[in-house]
């Protein structure tokens, strides 16, 4: 999660729909548990009795660099433990993209909506 001493602010690779899919496909089995499907931290697991994780929505969560994520998934972070030996560094990259698409889904602004689709659903400036 880092280069050169520093959290790392881009991804390595291009983020493409191929690693949004693969992202989303991980995210679905290794973090949706827990997080769950929206990203928003409440998962079968925390339903079940499990103190809930942050959600990714929170602005803290969201103000964190993609390095500090990786950071996270790979060496674990309160409750969480360490997902290195299950996931490749590949995919918890594309977890990462998956997870900032989730923030993006809650938190778009306007300006990054299409004006035909934002026109369509009645929203403006």
């Given amino acids: 999660g880092k280069v050169d001493g520093e959290w790392a602010t881009t991804f390595p690779m291009d983020v493409t729909e191929d690693v949004l899919a693969r992202g989303q496909a991980r995210y679905n089995i290794y973090c949706s548990p827990c997080h769950d499907e929206s990203g928003a931290g409440d998962g079968i697991i925390v339903r079940r009795g499990m103190i809930p ?18 950071s996270a998934v ?4 309160r409750n969480m433990p360490s997902y290195a030996s299950q996931v490749n560094t590949e995919d918890r990259w594309a977890i990462i993209a998956y997870v900032r698409a989730l923030q993006l889904s809650q938190n778009a602004p306007l300006d990054v909506i299409p004006a035909d689709v934002a026109a369509a659903k009645g929203w403006s400036n």
Avoid at 53 to 70: M, Q
């Fill in 74 to 77: 790979t060496n674990g972070e």
């Fill in 53 to 70: 994780p942050p959600s990714f929505h929170d602005e803290h969560i969201r103000a964190e660099t993609v390095g500090e994520l990786y």
